[in-house]
């Protein structure tokens, strides 16, 4: 029998930008087993909402991470006008989701870059940065932040977007499209790409399944599952919606999904940019969620389905608010493809699985 | 918008009825605890598609809950998260982190009222009833 070494992997490791811990258990150069260590940064986040106030608590749930942070303003909002029977303005609905869809354009340019520069590509890892910087630039323009935009509460916006900076959002985006096909072309065909991530943490469908995977990860190994495709909010607006689908379930067909979401969320800026009607931006919330009231909401998020959970006691503070981000849903499916994988491989495989430690953490 | 569908369950059906899901096809979403009145509640989240129900039990700091790890792989990290916040035991479950998952500097900061919580205070309470010793130049000072 081969000797087993233990390796620890991270909180601090130069392709992984958050905190996470592995023991990866070796036989030579494989890896037999790999137990996953979180709770470097938990900030207790859900507590505090028994001590502010429901509608200021948006702004603390932009703070749990610097990526999602449009996302978990909205995912929360959403579960409050759940809780309260809030009816958001159609023009609001829509503003959202243009945020939201920049913020999934700005998360996977993110990703991406992270990627190249994990298998070593520089130059990829800076070009789509260089591309990303201007996603950051039009959040900054529409809402005077690049990371925290405050463009979110409940009831609504705080922020119109004018229909003619809308049409110069398309002009911009338009722009970027020409140059990040070629980005893609890279991704997809070039071969030292390939050759660093084709078989890389497979993960089959049956697996994905299995392990309630989410996001981009699940629909790498086939799985056709998107809460896009349900029509909340301005979404709904969309004449066809049809989530990015890969069957390889490799590190090359995450890849792959992400590159092409980029594109998918473009499209429907475009769309939802033509379609966005005019009126109120915010409906004025009043009273308290009613005492033991209780509601649901997911999101996609660009990692995957977030799940949010509220609950009113009368008050103003709410008794219990909970998020479930898709790194904890991603975890048990990601320690299983580190199984059998090369020592070498152990880095990029986590990375292709997108983990987001500070949503997970709260 | 998400259907609000919640249902109440017992312990004793919890398995059963988290098998039935999964044999429907229906996968975990979420475990979510609260602390209500010196008890906590659970309230596990499934879905298919665009359909997503809850269940819900409450449980007290006695009880030791099944774990859905057999059932639902996934599981496990909320299980260990749920015993490190809120102090509930949860049987066969695996991986089991005992208690090692989430370091927190207080026990199950989340439910105060929970058995490890209240072994704590009383701890601290004893503590603070010990007179501390002066230091040297304290004891100088008085003498003086």
Redesign the interface.
């Known amino acids: 029998m081969a000797k087993h070494t233990v390796i620890p992997f991270g909180p601090q490791h130069p392709v992984l930008p958050e905190p996470l811990h592995l023991d990866l258990v070796l036989e030579d150069e494989r890896v037999v087993e790999a137990i996953p260590q979180v709770g470097f940064i938990h900030r207790g986040l859900e507590k505090l909402v028994e001590k502010r106030d429901f509608q200021t608590f948006v702004n603390i749930t932009e703070r749990i991470c610097g990526i999602c942070s449009f996302g978990h303003s909205l995912g929360y909002s959403q579960t409050i006008e759940n809780l309260m029977g809030v009816e958001v303005p159609p023009r609001a609905e829509v503003l959202r989701v243009i945020w939201h869809e920049l913020s999934r354009v700005h998360s996977h340019l993110l990703w991406l870059g992270l990627l190249a520069d994990a298998f070593g590509f520089e130059n990829l890892f800076m070009q789509c940065w260089r591309l990303r910087e201007r996603i950051l630039d039009i959040f900054e323009r529409t809402t005077g932040g690049r990371v925290i935009l405050s463009a979110c509460n409940v009831g609504g916006v705080n922020q119109d977007i004018t229909n003619e900076d809308l049409r110069g959002i398309v002009h911009i985006l338009e722009g970027l499209v020409d140059e990040y096909n070629e980005l893609v072309n890279t991704f997809l065909t070039d071969s030292s790409v390939a050759n660093r991530l084709r078989g890389v943490g497979y993960l089959s469908k049956d697996q994905a399944r299995d392990f309630c995977t989410v996001g981009p990860f699940a629909r790498a190994s086939g799985i056709a599952e998107d809460i896009r495709s349900y029509g909340y909010g301005g979404y709904g607006l969309l004449s066809a919606f049809e989530p990015v689908v890969a069957e390889e379930g490799d590190g090359y067909a995450r890849c792959k999904v992400r590159a092409l979401e980029v594109l998918q969320s473009i499209q429907i800026i475009k769309e939802l940019v033509e379609k966005i009607p005019d009126g109120e931006l915010s409906v004025r919330v009043k009273g308290s969620p009613v005492a033991g009231s209780v509601a649901v909401s997911r999101l996609e998020q660009p990692r995957g389905e977030c799940f949010y959970y509220a609950k009113g006691n009368g008050s103003k503070y709410l008794s219990r608010f909970r998020i479930r981000t898709p790194t904890a849903q991603n975890v048990a499916g990601m320690v299983h493809t580190l199984q059998g994988c090369d020592f070498a491989d152990v880095p990029l495989n986590i990375l292709t699985i997108d983990p987001c430690i500070s949503c997970t953490e709260r | ?2 259907p ?1 569908v ?1 249902f109440d369950s017992e312990l004793e059906q919890l398995l059963l009825r988290v098998q039935d899901y999964q044999q429907r096809g229906w ?4 475990l ?1 605890g ?1 602390s209500v009145e010196g008890q906590v509640e659970l ?1 596990y ?1 499934f ?1 298919q ?2 359909q ?1 129900e ?1 269940l819900r039990l409450l449980v007290s700091n006695e009880q030791s809950v099944p774990s859905l790890s057999a059932i ?3 599981s ?3 299980e260990n998260e749920t015993h490190d916040l809120f102090g509930v035991n949860f049987k066969g479950l695996a ?1 089991n ?1 005992g208690g ?5 500097s207080v026990p199950t ?2 439910n105060p009222a929970s058995a490890q919580a209240q072994a704590r205070l009383q701890e601290v309470e004893a503590l603070a009833q010990v007179p501390s010793p002066s230091s040297p130049e304290q004891q100088e000072r008085q003498d003086g």
């Open positions: 918008m998400d609000q919640f996968r975990f979403v979420n979510c609260s309230l989240s879905a598609g665009k997503l809850n639902f792989v996934n496990f990290f909320f991986p982190f090692r998952f989430y370091p927190t900061p989340m």
